[in-house]
C-alpha cells in the first residue's frame, strides 16, 4: 500500500540553524501538507502546497519557514533559524485533492522529530 | 473560533468495554468531520469520518455521534480491545472555506486493559 515516507526520523540541531525536512508524498497526489506536533500538544497545521505554490498558511508558518517541490516526487520544509520552541514532531500529509466538492482524505507520514539545542 | 476542543486528555478502559472521546467546536462553517487514530512512532490515519447531514456514522465497532445543534461530536468505540489503545485526534475542516487543512483537538490517549 502506498504510505507516505519522512526523513529524517530524528534530527538534532543547533539554535539558529537552518534544517530541511524532507517528504515523498503519495505518488498520484496533488495537495501536500505540513502539520507540527509540539510534544504533548496537539497537530497544527502549518501549510498547504497545490500546483507548485502555498495555497494556505497558519500564523505558525512565518518568514522562516518555506517549503518547495525540488523534483516532482520529494516535498521539503526548510526552517531557516531555528528556535528552541520549533522543536516538534513535524508530520507531511498528501491527498489526491478535491473531488465531489470535498477534499480527499489526507494521509500522513510518520513524522520528524526535530530537536533544536 | 478555529478551536475543536477534545475530552477526556486520557481514558483507560477494561477490554469489552465502551470508551467514548468528546469533541467540541464553535466555527459553524466546519462541514467535515473526521476522527484520526495515532499509535507511537506512528503518523495519524484516518479512522472515521462524518459531515453535518447525517447524526451517527458507524463502521464496525467505532461509531460517530454528531449534534449539530450543540456543536459536538464524539466517538465511541464499542467492545474495546487491547489493540485499539493509541492516541485518538478529533478534527474539522471547513472545505468551503479552505484548502482542505485539519484543525485538530488536543487529543485523547486511550489504554484499553486486558
Known amino acids: 500500500e502506498p504510505e507516505v515516507t519522512q526523513t529524517p526520523s530524528h534530527q538534532v540541531t543547533q539554535m539558529g540553524q537552518e534544517v530541511i525536512l524532507r517528504c515523498v508524498p503519495i505518488s498520484n497526489h496533488l495537495y501536500f501538507y505540513w502539520y507540527r506536533q509540539i510534544l504533548g500538544q496537539k497537530v497544527e497545521f502549518l501549510v498547504s502546497?497545490?500546483?507548485?505554490?502555498?495555497?494556505?498558511k497558519s500564523e505558525i508558518f512565518d518568514d522562516q519557514f518555506s517549503v518547495e517541490r525540488p523534483d516532482g516526487s520529494n516535498f521539503t520544509l526548510k526552517i531557516r533559524s531555528t528556535k528552541l520552541e520549533d522543536s516538534a514532531m513535524y508530520f507531511c500529509?498528501?491527498?489526491?485533492?478535491?473531488?465531489?466538492?470535498?477534499?480527499?482524505?489526507?494521509?500522513f507520514g510518520p513524522g520528524t522529530r526535530l530537536t533544536v539545542l | 473560533q478555529q478551536q475543536v476542543k477534545q475530552s477526556p486528555q486520557s481514558l483507560i478502559v477494561q477490554k469489552g468495554g465502551i470508551s467514548i472521546i468528546n469533541c467540541a467546536y464553535e466555527?459553524?462553517?466546519?462541514?467535515?468531520f473526521p476522527w484520526y487514530q495515532q499509535f507511537p512512532g506512528k503518523g495519524p490515519a484516518l479512522l472515521i469520518a462524518i459531515r453535518p447531514d447525517v447524526s451517527e456514522k458507524k463502521e464496525g465497532r467505532f461509531t460517530i455521534s454528531f449534534n449539530k445543534s450543540a456543536k459536538q461530536f464524539s466517538l465511541h468505540i464499542m467492545d474495546s480491545q487491547p489493540g485499539d489503545s493509541a492516541t485518538y485526534f478529533c478534527?474539522?475542516?471547513?472545505?468551503?472555506?479552505?484548502?482542505?487543512?485539519?484543525?485538530f483537538g488536543k487529543g485523547t490517549k486511550l489504554s484499553v486493559k486486558p
Open positions: 466555527n459553524t462553517a466546519f462541514d467535515y
Open positions: 478534527a474539522a475542516r471547513n472545505d468551503g472555506g479552505s484548502q482542505g487543512n485539519l484543525i
Open positions: 500529509a498528501s491527498s489526491e485533492g478535491w473531488e465531489g466538492g470535498t477534499y480527499n482524505e489526507q494521509f
Open positions: 502546497f497545490y500546483n507548485n505554490e502555498i495555497s494556505e
